[in-house]
């Protein structure tokens, strides 16, 4: 009896594998396509993949505002006072400034009276176009006024081109040439000829004219060094020289020079 049943146990057994290998065995059919190439894991750089590099902004924005004065009473009087502004800026390709100086100083010797020394205000404007970092053209329209230069109103108009020699965060050094157009608007005292003999101003000559022209060519050097962020000293060399006869010389020259500390 027990031999039986184990022979039905193995049989059983047996019939069911066979069921499940029928049931699990494909259908036929086509045959089935190949596997596709497997993708490789690293691939080339693309040409959006390579790094953008982005030329420093050049755009910076300075104004610099400064007065000051000097009063001095007792045996020796005195009076000065000065003040001058400067703003420039640069945007991309194009840079503008502006800049305005003027002075005023009285004084008088033990029992003198007070007599005014110095009067004069100038203002600037000036565009420049960048044509590569290092070199730019440029417009620079100057009004002055100088009591003591017979001066009521002059106008300086001076295109040119400019060149950067070296600059970095700290310093800058640049050289222009260019043109120079100068129309002067005298006082009536600026009208008194100076007499060649004296060398002292002379009212019994003939009086200069009204206005005056002249034309010359430009050279200017220029030196700025920012010590830190509230330090800065700039000078520049300016030469002037006339290519027509004027009323008071010969094709005359003229060299100017400046030189400011801001604190």
Not at 94 to 105: E, I, K, Q, T
Not at 202 to 218: C, E, F, N, V, W
Not at 241 to 260: C, E, G, H, P, Y
């Amino acid at each position: 009896m027990r031999k039986l049943t184990i022979l039905a146990s193995v049989l059983a057994c047996t019939s069911i594998s066979s069921l499940a290998m029928a049931q699990a065995a494909p259908a036929p059919g086509p045959i089935a396509a190949p596997p596709p190439d497997a993708k490789a894991m690293v691939t080339g750089p693309k040409l959006t993949d390579a790094p953008k590099t982005e030329k420093p902004s050049d755009d910076v924005t300075n104004i610099n505002v400064a007065a000051g004065g000097l009063l001095t009473t007792g045996n020796s009087r005195l009076l000065a006072l000065s003040m001058n502004g400067a703003f420039d800026m640069r945007r991309a390709e194009n840079g503008f400034a502006a800049s305005l100086v003027g002075n005023y100083g009285q004084g008088a010797p033990a029992g003198k009276p007070v007599d005014t020394t110095a009067e004069n205000v100038q203002g600037r404007l000036r565009y420049d176009r960048y044509l590569i970092d290092q070199l730019s053209l440029f417009l620079i329209t100057t009004g002055r006024y100088d009591r003591f230069q017979g001066l009521a109103f002059r106008l300086n108009l001076d295109p040119g081109v400019k060149y950067i020699f070296f600059k970095d965060d700290a310093q800058s050094f640049w050289g222009e040439v260019g043109y120079d157009f100068q129309f002067d608007t005298r006082t009536e005292s600026g009208r008194v000829s100076t007499n060649p003999a004296t060398g002292k101003l002379d009212p019994s000559l003939p009086l200069l004219d009204k206005t005056r022209l002249d034309h010359s060519a430009r050279a200017y050097i220029g030196y700025k060094r920012q010590f830190n962020a509230d330090v800065a000293f700039s000078t520049g060399l300016e030469y002037l020289q006339s290519f027509v006869d004027t009323d008071i010389s010969k094709k005359d020259s003229r060299l100017n020079f400046d030189a400011t500390l801001t604190a």
